[in-house]
Structure formats: C-alpha cells, structure tokens
C-alpha cells in the first residue's frame, strides 16, 4: 500500500510481543513496526520463521523491527553467558542468527530493517525511525539494563534529538507499563528523554497487559503488545496515522 499523498499522511500498523504466534489479522497500512520480542527464546528456527513471515507481508511497503528480552541470541555476550539456562539441549548459533537478521537483501529486496540502537530515514516520507531493544532489568533476560543507572541514560541518549517515531521494547515510566500487579516498571530515564525530545510516536511492548493507546503533549504512546498474559495473539495491532511531508 502506498503512502497516502493526497492527505500527505503515512498509516504505521504496531505490533509487539507476538512471541513467534501469527494467528491474528494485520490491516492495511503502509509501515508495519514490531516492538520486540518476536520469538520466544531466540531460536535459530524462530528467527528464520519470523523473517520468512515478514517477507510475506508484502502489503508493507517497510517492516521495521527491534528485538526484545525473549530475543535472547541477538545480545551475543548475554547469551555466551546464559546460554544453557535457555537451551540446555544445545546451543545456538548466534553468530550465524545475527548475520540472517542483518542480511543486506532484506532491506533492498523485502524492505525489512531491523534496527539496535540505530536509526534509519525513510526516503519516501522523510520520518526518522529509531529503535532500541534494551529496558530496566527483567528477571535477567537479554537487552536488561539496571535501573535508574547511568548505563540505561547513556542508551537513552543515542536517541536522536529529532526522531519522528521511536520503537523500545519496554515502555517509558508510567505510561501503559502497569503491571497485572498495578506496578508501574517502566522506565523514569526514557521517560525524561521522550518527554525533552518529544517524537510523534513512541512504541513499545513488554508489558502485555498495559496494551493500549495514549497522547501526551505532542507523542502519540502505542503499547502495541499482541500476545496477553497468556502468550495468546488476542490484542488486535494498533494503527496510528502520522502527518509527514514527504520526500517522493
């Protein structure tokens, strides 16, 4: 589906946490963004299974996506470490699982782009993306950060000054990041570099029971988490349509 020049506006579909389920419906739209958390323990086979869907989602003319803490083969020195608490049968190949994830072709065949702390412009809207898997630390998952520290500030602030939409796996502080617990664990210090930096869509996942949609000031806040508690694909993704100027 093409832009939507006429009303110069682009329809970003968000989708989060699907944890290598694909039993729901996508809409139309023009981007598809995935919050993380794709797989359910970074296997070789979930990798491979994930890309393969998204190659078939040719109604996007982009997918763009991060990785999340289930991801877990995608921090290499995280897995090197941890690796047979996670897959005690055998270890994966994560060297070989980073290169299938950053294969150029992805990008210029199926307009796939996978994004760690990086950004990436798109030609047709001019829209900034910047994407980060990394949150507070959860359980000792991959992408864990301590809290409050100056390690997660320092990640927070790569982001660019002028990023249009911003794609974390965990959510800022007290925006949809109540636990089924009524625990806010989001994080204060992305809080603090969203609200200076104020892009025109945050999304997120992580927390799958704070699945939802908010505004504050001038940021759209997207929890686009699919899967519930119960790892069950039943939260629908949530489309978002951003004003752009466009370059094409």
Same mark, same amino acid.
């Given at each position: 589906?093409?832009s939507?020049n006429? !009303?110069?506006?682009?329809?970003?579909v968000?989708?989060?946490?699907?944890?290598s389920?694909?039993?729901f419906?996508? $809409?139309? /739209?023009?981007i598809?963004?995935h919050?993380?958390d794709? %797989?359910?323990? /970074?296997?070789?086979?979930e990798i491979?299974?994930f890309?393969?869907y998204l190659?078939?989602l040719?109604?996007y003319?982009l997918?763009?996506f991060?990785?999340?803490n289930?991801?877990?083969?995608?921090? $290499?020195k995280f897995?090197e470490?941890?690796?047979?608490r996670?897959h005690?049968?055998g270890?994966?190949?994560? @060297?070989?699982i980073?290169?299938?994830?950053?294969?150029? !072709?992805l990008?210029?065949?199926? /307009?796939?782009?996978?994004?760690e702390q990086? @950004?990436?412009?798109d030609?047709?809207?001019g829209l900034?993306f910047?994407? %980060?898997p990394?949150?507070?630390?959860?359980?000792?998952w991959a992408?864990?950060?301590?809290? *409050?520290?100056?390690?997660?500030?320092?990640?927070?602030?790569?982001? $660019?000054d002028?990023?249009d939409?911003?794609?974390?796996h965990?959510p800022?502080?007290?925006?949809?990041?109540?636990?089924?617990m009524e625990?806010h664990?989001?994080c204060?210090?992305?809080?603090?570099?969203v609200?200076?930096?104020?892009?025109?869509?945050?999304?997120? /996942?992580?927390?799958? @029971?704070a699945?939802?949609?908010e505004e504050?000031? %001038?940021t759209?806040?997207?929890?686009?988490?699919?899967c *519930?508690?119960?790892?069950? $694909? %039943?939260?629908?993704?949530?489309?978002v @349509?951003?004003a752009?100027k466009?370059?094409?």
């Open positions: 589906m093409a939507n006429e !009303s110069n506006t682009t329809r970003i968000c989708i989060s946490d699907t944890h389920r694909y039993q419906e996508l $809409p139309p /739209g023009d598809l963004v919050g993380g794709f %797989s359910l323990d /970074g296997r070789q086979t491979e299974e890309l393969k190659k078939g040719t109604q003319r997918k763009i991060i990785a999340g289930h991801d877990l083969t995608l921090e $290499p897995y470490e941890t690796w047979k996670w005690y049968r270890k994966q190949d994560y @060297e070989l980073g290169r299938l994830i950053r294969d150029p !072709s990008a210029t065949e199926h /307009g796939i782009i996978y994004l990086q @950004e990436f412009v030609p047709q809207t900034k910047f994407g %980060s990394y949150q507070p630390e959860f359980c000792d992408f864990n950060l301590p809290a *409050n520290s100056p390690e997660i500030k320092q990640v927070w602030s790569k982001i $660019p002028d990023v939409v911003l794609i974390t965990g800022p502080a007290n925006i949809l990041d109540k636990t089924f625990q664990v989001g204060a210090q992305l809080l603090a570099r609200q200076k930096i104020k892009p025109k869509l945050h999304v997120f /996942g992580h927390i799958h @029971e699945y939802g949609r504050h000031d %001038s759209i806040f997207v929890n686009a988490s699919t *519930n508690l119960r790892y069950k $694909p %039943s939260q629908p993704p949530i489309v @349509e951003l752009v466009g370059t094409k």
